[in-house]
T-cell receptor
Protein backbone atom coordinates (compact mmCIF):
# COMPACT_ATOMS: atom_id res chain seq x y z
CA UNK A 1 0.00 0.00 0.00
CA UNK A 2 0.88 3.67 -0.25
CA UNK A 3 2.98 5.29 2.47
CA UNK A 4 2.12 8.38 4.47
CA UNK A 5 4.52 9.89 6.97
CA UNK A 6 4.00 12.32 9.82
CA UNK A 7 6.50 14.48 11.63
CA UNK A 8 7.07 14.73 14.48
CA UNK A 9 5.85 11.45 15.93
CA UNK A 10 5.54 13.07 19.33
CA UNK A 11 5.91 16.56 20.74
CA UNK A 12 5.73 18.12 24.18
CA UNK A 13 5.20 21.86 24.37
CA UNK A 14 4.34 24.56 26.85
CA UNK A 15 0.90 26.07 27.04
CA UNK A 16 0.56 29.05 24.73
CA UNK A 17 3.03 27.90 22.11
CA UNK A 18 2.24 26.75 18.59
CA UNK A 19 3.04 23.35 17.16
CA UNK A 20 3.28 22.36 13.50
CA UNK A 21 2.67 18.80 12.35
CA UNK A 22 3.61 17.68 8.83
CA UNK A 23 1.89 15.01 6.78
CA UNK A 24 3.53 13.70 3.62
CA UNK A 25 2.46 11.21 1.00
CA UNK A 26 5.72 9.52 0.06
CA UNK A 27 4.95 7.57 -3.10
CA UNK A 28 1.83 9.16 -4.49
CA UNK A 29 0.29 12.56 -4.99
CA UNK A 30 -2.67 13.51 -2.86
CA UNK A 31 -4.91 16.39 -3.79
CA UNK A 32 -6.90 15.67 -0.66
CA UNK A 33 -5.60 14.99 2.82
CA UNK A 34 -7.49 14.71 6.07
CA UNK A 35 -6.70 15.52 9.67
CA UNK A 36 -8.14 13.49 12.51
CA UNK A 37 -7.97 13.64 16.25
CA UNK A 38 -8.20 10.59 18.47
CA UNK A 39 -8.65 10.34 22.22
CA UNK A 40 -7.64 7.19 24.13
CA UNK A 41 -9.86 4.20 23.44
CA UNK A 42 -12.03 6.22 21.09
CA UNK A 43 -12.57 6.37 17.39
CA UNK A 44 -11.08 8.86 14.97
CA UNK A 45 -12.78 12.23 14.72
CA UNK A 46 -12.43 14.09 11.45
CA UNK A 47 -11.24 17.63 12.05
CA UNK A 48 -10.81 18.97 8.53
CA UNK A 49 -10.35 18.14 4.89
CA UNK A 50 -7.27 19.65 3.32
CA UNK A 51 -7.35 20.40 -0.40
CA UNK A 52 -4.22 21.21 -2.35
CA UNK A 53 -4.20 24.82 -3.44
CA UNK A 54 -7.39 25.83 -1.65
CA UNK A 55 -8.74 26.42 1.83
CA UNK A 56 -9.38 23.54 4.15
CA UNK A 57 -12.90 22.48 5.01
CA UNK A 58 -13.44 22.21 8.75
CA UNK A 59 -15.91 19.99 10.53
CA UNK A 60 -18.50 21.52 12.79
CA UNK A 61 -17.07 22.53 16.12
CA UNK A 62 -13.44 22.69 14.95
CA UNK A 63 -11.94 26.15 15.23
CA UNK A 64 -10.20 27.05 11.98
CA UNK A 65 -8.17 29.80 13.66
CA UNK A 66 -6.99 27.33 16.27
CA UNK A 67 -6.07 24.53 13.88
CA UNK A 68 -4.42 26.06 10.83
CA UNK A 69 -4.13 23.80 7.82
CA UNK A 70 -1.96 24.39 4.79
CA UNK A 71 -1.81 22.06 1.79
CA UNK A 72 0.89 23.72 -0.26
CA UNK A 73 1.81 20.81 -2.50
CA UNK A 74 0.45 17.50 -3.70
CA UNK A 75 2.53 15.63 -1.15
CA UNK A 76 2.47 17.85 1.93
CA UNK A 77 -0.17 19.13 4.32
CA UNK A 78 0.58 20.81 7.63
CA UNK A 79 -1.54 21.24 10.75
CA UNK A 80 -0.54 24.02 13.14
CA UNK A 81 -2.07 24.01 16.59
CA UNK A 82 -1.92 27.64 17.62
CA UNK A 83 -1.67 28.79 21.24
CA UNK A 84 -1.87 25.21 22.43
CA UNK A 85 -3.49 24.40 25.75
CA UNK A 86 -3.58 21.18 27.77
CA UNK A 87 -7.00 20.30 26.38
CA UNK A 88 -5.41 20.18 22.91
CA UNK A 89 -3.31 17.22 24.03
CA UNK A 90 -4.28 14.33 21.81
CA UNK A 91 -3.19 11.94 19.10
CA UNK A 92 -3.38 13.68 15.72
CA UNK A 93 -3.49 11.53 12.62
CA UNK A 94 -3.47 12.53 8.98
CA UNK A 95 -4.54 10.57 5.97
CA UNK A 96 -3.97 11.07 2.27
CA UNK A 97 -6.33 10.12 -0.48
CA UNK A 98 -4.79 7.95 -3.17
CA UNK A 99 -7.02 8.30 -6.19
CA UNK A 100 -5.90 6.93 -9.52
CA UNK A 101 -7.54 6.72 -12.88
CA UNK A 102 -7.33 3.95 -15.44
CA UNK A 103 -9.02 4.24 -18.77
CA UNK A 104 -10.83 7.34 -17.61
CA UNK A 105 -12.36 5.56 -14.64
CA UNK A 106 -11.37 5.55 -10.99
CA UNK A 107 -9.33 2.43 -10.32
CA UNK A 108 -8.11 3.30 -6.85
CA UNK A 109 -9.66 5.57 -4.24
CA UNK A 110 -8.32 4.76 -0.80
CA UNK A 111 -7.24 6.74 2.21
CA UNK A 112 -3.90 5.83 3.74
CA UNK A 113 -3.02 6.99 7.22
CA UNK A 114 0.11 8.39 8.74
CA UNK A 115 1.56 6.95 11.96
CA UNK A 116 0.13 9.75 14.06
CA UNK A 117 1.59 12.51 16.24
CA UNK A 118 1.21 12.48 20.00
CA UNK A 119 0.86 16.06 21.26
CA UNK A 120 1.24 16.78 24.96
CA UNK A 121 0.70 20.34 26.12
CA UNK A 122 1.99 21.11 29.60
CA UNK B 1 -19.91 3.52 11.12
CA UNK B 2 -21.81 4.43 14.21
CA UNK B 3 -19.70 6.18 16.84
CA UNK B 4 -21.50 6.00 20.13
CA UNK B 5 -20.22 5.47 23.66
CA UNK B 6 -16.70 5.67 25.03
CA UNK B 7 -15.89 2.03 25.67
CA UNK B 8 -14.50 -0.19 22.96
CA UNK B 9 -16.19 -3.57 22.68
CA UNK B 10 -13.71 -6.38 23.00
CA UNK B 11 -13.55 -9.67 21.15
CA UNK B 12 -11.35 -12.35 22.61
CA UNK B 13 -10.40 -15.33 20.43
CA UNK B 14 -7.97 -18.18 20.66
CA UNK B 15 -5.02 -18.34 18.35
CA UNK B 16 -5.92 -20.32 15.25
CA UNK B 17 -9.66 -19.67 15.50
CA UNK B 18 -11.55 -17.50 13.06
CA UNK B 19 -12.60 -14.00 14.13
CA UNK B 20 -15.65 -12.07 13.05
CA UNK B 21 -15.87 -8.37 13.75
CA UNK B 22 -19.13 -6.60 13.05
CA UNK B 23 -20.00 -3.03 12.24
CA UNK B 24 -23.19 -1.12 11.58
CA UNK B 25 -23.40 2.03 9.52
CA UNK B 26 -26.23 4.50 9.29
CA UNK B 27 -25.88 6.34 6.00
CA UNK B 28 -27.84 4.56 3.29
CA UNK B 29 -26.01 6.69 0.71
CA UNK B 30 -22.62 5.23 1.64
CA UNK B 31 -21.11 3.34 -1.24
CA UNK B 32 -17.58 2.65 -0.09
CA UNK B 33 -16.50 0.75 3.00
CA UNK B 34 -13.10 0.09 4.51
CA UNK B 35 -11.68 -1.87 7.40
CA UNK B 36 -8.65 -0.53 9.23
CA UNK B 37 -6.43 -2.10 11.89
CA UNK B 38 -4.88 0.13 14.52
CA UNK B 39 -2.19 -0.99 16.89
CA UNK B 40 -1.51 0.97 20.05
CA UNK B 41 0.20 4.29 19.39
CA UNK B 42 0.08 3.89 15.62
CA UNK B 43 -2.04 5.15 12.77
CA UNK B 44 -4.77 3.01 11.18
CA UNK B 45 -3.54 0.47 8.66
CA UNK B 46 -5.65 -0.34 5.60
CA UNK B 47 -6.86 -3.94 5.56
CA UNK B 48 -9.51 -4.32 2.91
CA UNK B 49 -12.22 -2.32 1.19
CA UNK B 50 -15.44 -3.02 -0.65
CA UNK B 51 -17.78 -1.00 -2.81
CA UNK B 52 -21.53 -1.12 -2.64
CA UNK B 53 -21.86 -3.05 -5.90
CA UNK B 54 -20.35 -6.07 -4.16
CA UNK B 55 -21.42 -8.05 -1.10
CA UNK B 56 -18.21 -9.98 -0.50
CA UNK B 57 -14.54 -9.44 -1.06
CA UNK B 58 -11.62 -11.61 -0.03
CA UNK B 59 -8.04 -10.77 0.74
CA UNK B 60 -5.24 -12.67 2.35
CA UNK B 61 -6.80 -14.32 5.44
CA UNK B 62 -9.49 -11.63 5.52
CA UNK B 63 -12.97 -11.42 4.07
CA UNK B 64 -15.33 -8.46 4.15
CA UNK B 65 -19.07 -8.99 3.89
CA UNK B 66 -21.49 -6.19 3.14
CA UNK B 67 -25.23 -6.34 3.73
CA UNK B 68 -26.71 -3.12 2.43
CA UNK B 69 -30.24 -4.11 3.36
CA UNK B 70 -29.50 -3.94 7.07
CA UNK B 71 -26.49 -1.60 6.74
CA UNK B 72 -24.09 -4.12 8.20
CA UNK B 73 -20.45 -4.80 7.51
CA UNK B 74 -18.30 -7.60 8.86
CA UNK B 75 -14.65 -8.52 8.80
CA UNK B 76 -13.66 -12.15 9.01
CA UNK B 77 -10.11 -13.08 9.89
CA UNK B 78 -9.12 -16.67 9.27
CA UNK B 79 -6.69 -18.51 11.54
CA UNK B 80 -6.25 -15.55 13.87
CA UNK B 81 -2.71 -14.93 14.99
CA UNK B 82 -1.26 -13.01 17.97
CA UNK B 83 -0.17 -10.27 15.56
CA UNK B 84 -3.81 -9.67 14.72
CA UNK B 85 -4.40 -8.25 18.20
CA UNK B 86 -5.37 -4.61 17.66
CA UNK B 87 -8.35 -2.31 17.41
CA UNK B 88 -10.33 -2.70 14.21
CA UNK B 89 -12.36 0.16 12.74
CA UNK B 90 -14.86 0.11 9.96
CA UNK B 91 -15.40 3.26 7.94
CA UNK B 92 -17.98 4.21 5.37
CA UNK B 93 -18.12 6.96 2.82
CA UNK B 94 -20.76 8.54 0.61
CA UNK B 95 -18.23 10.72 -1.15
CA UNK B 96 -14.77 11.63 0.04
CA UNK B 97 -14.73 11.86 3.83
CA UNK B 98 -14.75 8.68 5.89
CA UNK B 99 -17.09 8.13 8.82
CA UNK B 100 -15.46 5.86 11.36
CA UNK B 101 -17.19 3.37 13.60
CA UNK B 102 -16.33 3.14 17.28
CA UNK B 103 -13.92 0.25 16.87
CA UNK B 104 -13.58 -3.24 18.26
CA UNK B 105 -10.62 -4.42 20.26
CA UNK B 106 -9.47 -7.89 19.17
CA UNK B 107 -7.47 -9.86 21.71
CA UNK B 108 -5.85 -13.08 20.56
CA UNK B 109 -4.98 -15.51 23.32
CA UNK B 110 -2.50 -18.39 22.95
Amino acid sequence: GAVVSQHPSWVICKSGTSVKIECRSLDFQATTMFWYRQFPKQSLMLMATSNEGSKATYEQGVEKDKFLINHASLTLSTLTVTSAHPEDSSFYICSARDQRLAGGMISTDTQYFGPGTRLTVL
Amino acid sequence: GESVGLHLPTLSVQEGDNSIINCAYSNSASDYFIWYKQESGKGPQFIIDIRSNMDKRQGQRVTVLLNKTVKHLSLQIAATQPGDSAVYFCADSAGVALNFGKGTSLLVTP
